[in-house]
């Protein structure tokens, strides 16, 4: 149980273009979803928190505009970037947290590879 | 605020020796403590877990110890093996403020040769 799905694995577009990035609850219901970034040979920075039917937290230094969550349902969170350019090229990991748990256990997606060429 | 500090890598090491990757916090509260490992190309996947003091988390032969006086939780297997190779986080998450937000340390990446 407690699986986390994330679609696309690897993407690669062009700068200035955006792009979309799912996660998923497969087999549980998160109220809670959390978004990381992270850097080769580098830790996890968390970006933003994601709760169901409200606006997602952003840690500071995180453009807001330019990441967009939306957490629509209790399966389902997406980070979309916008206008991506060359830096925003990194590995995106999702997490969730499931609903009434009474735990502080994430589970976490697979991950997406980010390339903007 | 929070933090987590791990020993640096790469460690390398035969197979079937003895591993221990040091792990200390600074944290407010009451933290819950946890070891991800992350496998080439892969996201992460708990490996085990604390939530209070003394508390010990085990699975697949790996254990750590929840230790409040000194603030440590050091990941410990007795024999390693090839398949152990990844890289090892240590986080931590409180209660406070924004929820159960989780602090990572920056990670150990363990080789383990034949």
């Known amino acids: 149980g407690a699986v986390v799905s994330q679609h696309p694995s690897r993407v690669i577009c062009k700068s200035g273009t955006s792009v979309k990035i799912e996660c998923r609850s497969l087999?549980?219901?998160?109220?809670?979803m959390f978004w990381y970034r992270q850097f080769p040979k580098q830790s996890l920075m968390l970006m933003a928190t994601?709760?169901?039917?409200?606006?997602?937290?952003?840690e500071q230094g995180v453009e807001k505009d330019k990441f967009l969550i939306n957490h629509a349902s209790l399966t389902l969170s997406t980070l979309t970037v916008t206008s991506a350019h060359p830096e925003d090229s990194s590995f995106y990991i999702c997490?969730?947290?499931?609903?009434?748990?009474?735990?502080?256990?994430?589970?976490f997606g697979p991950g997406t590879r980010l390339t903007v060429l | 605020g929070d933090s987590v500090t791990q020993m640096e890598g790469p460690v390398t090491l035969s197979e079937e020796a003895f591993l221990t990757i040091n792990c200390t916090y600074t944290?407010?509260?009451?933290?819950?403590l946890f070891w991800y490992v992350q496998y080439p190309g892969e996201g992460l996947q708990l490996l085990l877990k604390?939530?209070?003091?003394?508390d010990k988390g085990s699975n697949k032969g790996f254990e750590a110890t929840y230790r409040k006086e000194t603030t440590s939780f050091h990941l410990e297997k007795g024999s390693v093996q090839v398949s152990d190779s990844a890289v090892y986080f240590c986080?931590?998450?409180?209660?406070?403020?924004?929820?159960?937000?989780?602090?990572f340390g920056t990670g150990t990446q363990l080789k383990v040769e034949l």
């Open positions: 087999d549980f219901q998160a109220t809670t």
């Open positions: 994601s709760n169901e039917g409200s606006k997602a937290t952003y």
């Open positions: 604390a939530t209070k003091a003394d």
């Open positions: 986080a931590l998450s409180t209660r406070a403020g924004g929820g159960n937000k989780l602090t």
């Open positions: 997490s969730a947290r499931a609903v009434l748990s009474n735990t502080d256990t994430q589970y």
């Open positions: 944290a407010t509260g009451y933290p819950s």
